[in-house]
């Protein structure tokens, strides 16, 4: 894999930081490109060709892979780890290769370092990093502060919106990401880090062409040991853990937040806290000002936990000691609004802590600090929702703007519809894809080898479109004939043949939804 074009998007910790405008994956073996001439040898040997149509099908989900959004990287800083732990990290630890400091978690070429690894190729191993980078400068007064808004994905269970739901045994969810905000102030550094990811239990949300597929969750009786193992880990990473649960607590969202309640009752302890603050209930659709209750009940855990604050000689006077992570269920939208909310209040801690905000002085009174602030993390919230949903965030303009528009809800209706799209009839390939790319299918060649996109038994034969079609000439038809009962009674008869089988069609389709979606194939979903 070449990176091919890269656009200067800032710097961290004094280093430049580029974003990935394009790469492109070369293939070590040319045969692909060989003409059927060429290959003429191939057509005796029925293995060879298969395996052919094989490296033709990975091929081409490589060529979706380049498509891969929000990827970083830098020459000289390890965007991987949170300014806390480089901080921390020992002279000798800081000396070494960038991918030898990088956090394998957050490490999104990771399995593609391993063969340039074991052949110590180390002047071509670049770390590179998915998720979010952005920043900007303001003034308050006569001092100018520098705020910086990096997310760093996790690579454990990395994946699509529908197709990478909940955890895996080993404790790792999906959509997890380290929200780090970082502000630079008259020679002091001051950092906050927050964390989000999916329900940390065994449950899915298979695709069948409904606009809200039903919650399934998988193996309940394993979830307090899944459930354990996942803030086991984070508690060793970020120290006390708060989590905030968004969800709604009525309908399939209520009944998957109930068990997530159930299984934190078993781990609950001084250094891990479970909150439940029903986001939709308290907040509706347009009053997200509300969320200043959630904020007055985890006030006390930000206030014991703090921040990362650093003197002008990079000495350590502060350190965040815990770490707020906060869920819905896809952990975007809802989840964003909240994030930019804690951030916000975090930001003002700081200032305040430096004598730049007096005691009720707050960034809503500096207009241009304010704006900037909202974009900032309306843009962070974007791209953490184009990785994982394929569209911007929902509630994006209450970020943005302060408040709910008109505009913002039609956007809203258009990004829904999207994701509906993108979720039924795209993301399944994407997910194989990403699988690829990142180790988490291997191939091996072997005479038994099928091809991933070899369909069986009726889900061989399903296609949505032409269902449709079926569907639609069916009722054109039937409207045809209606219209041709005047003349002649028998057309009544073609007319109710017609509809009726664009029912049953229809019906068929609506009952076997998840053989007409696109699915991934190189790993079956667990439902």
């Not at 404790?171 to 990811?197: C, D, K, P, W």
């Not at 806290?273 to 000002?289: L, S």
Request: glycine share 6%; hydrophobic share 40%.
């Amino acid at each position: 894999m070449v990176i091919t074009e890269r656009l200067s998007v800032g710097s961290y910790l004094g280093h430049p930081i580029y974003k990935v405008s394009s790469f492109k994956v070369f293939p070590c073996d040319h045969s692909l490109r060989n003409s059927p001439a060429e290959q003429s040898g191939y057509y005796n040997n029925l293995v060879p060709l298969w395996q052919k149509k094989m490296e033709t099908e990975f091929s081409a989900l490589l060529n979706i892979a380049e498509r891969t959004p929000g990827l970083y990287f830098s020459y000289e800083a390890n965007l991987t780890l949170s300014s806390q732990r480089l901080n921390d990290l020992g002279g000798e630890s800081k000396s070494l290769p960038l991918w030898r400091q990088a956090e394998p978690r957050f490490l999104w070429n990771n399995y593609m370092l391993e063969n340039l690894i074991d052949n110590k190729l180390d002047p071509y191993l670049l770390p590179i990093v998915q998720g979010s980078f952005h920043h900007f400068q303001a003034a308050i007064g006569k001092d100018i502060v520098d705020v910086t808004l990096i997310a760093r994905r996790c690579t454990r269970r990395n994946g699509t919106r529908m197709w990478r739901r909940g955890a895996d045994p080993d404790g790792y969810v999906a959509n997890f990401v380290e929200t780090e905000q970082i502000m630079h102030l008259n020679g002091f550094t001051a950092s906050f880090v927050q964390v989000r990811g999916s329900i940390p239990l065994l449950w899915d949300q298979i695709v069948d062409l409904t606009y809200k597929p039903k919650f399934e969750i998988v193996r309940l009786e394993e979830a307090p040991r899944v459930a354990e193992r996942h803030f086991l880990d984070l508690r060793k990473k970020y120290g006390a853990v708060l989590a905030v649960d968004l969800v709604n607590t009525h309908g399939g969202e209520g009944r998957l937040s109930e068990k997530f309640a159930n299984a934190m009752q078993h781990i609950v302890s001084d250094d891990l806290r479970y909150w439940h603050f029903d986001f939709h209930h308290i907040c509706g659709h347009v009053h997200f000002e509300r969320l200043s209750i959630l904020y007055e009940q985890i006030v006390d855990f930000l206030d014991r936990n703090g921040y990362l604050l650093l003197n002008e000689n990079g000495e350590k006077m502060k350190e965040q000691l815990g770490v707020v992570r906060t869920n819905c269920i896809d952990c975007l939208d809802r989840t964003n609004v909240t994030q930019s909310m804690i951030g916000r209040n975090m930001l003002e801690c700081q200032l305040r802590r430096l004598g730049i905000f007096a005691a009720e002085e707050t960034i809503s009174s500096h207009p241009n600090l304010d704006e900037c602030f909202k974009i900032l993390w309306a843009d962070h919230g974007d791209d953490v929702s184009i990785q994982y949903s394929g569209t911007p965030a929902l509630k994006g303009d209450f970020v943005r703007c302060g408040q709910r528009t008109m505009q913002g809800m039609v956007k809203d209706g258009i990004n829904a519809l999207l994701r509906y799209y993108y979720n039924n009839f795209c993301d399944g390939t994407k997910q194989d894809a990403i699988d690829l790319l990142q180790g988490h299918y291997i191939v091996s060649v072997s005479k038994d080898m099928t091809a991933p996109s070899q369909k069986k038994g009726l889900e061989a034969v399903a296609s949505f479109p032409l269902a449709l079609s079926f569907v639609l000439t069916g009722f054109f038809f039937a409207t045809l004939s209606l219209r041709q009962v005047r003349y002649d009674l028998r057309h009544l008869f073609f007319s109710f043949m017609w509809a009726g089988l664009s029912v049953a069609i229809a019906a068929f389709v609506r009952a076997n939804g998840r053989i007409f979606c696109n699915r991934p194939r190189l790993h079956k979903p667990r439902s």
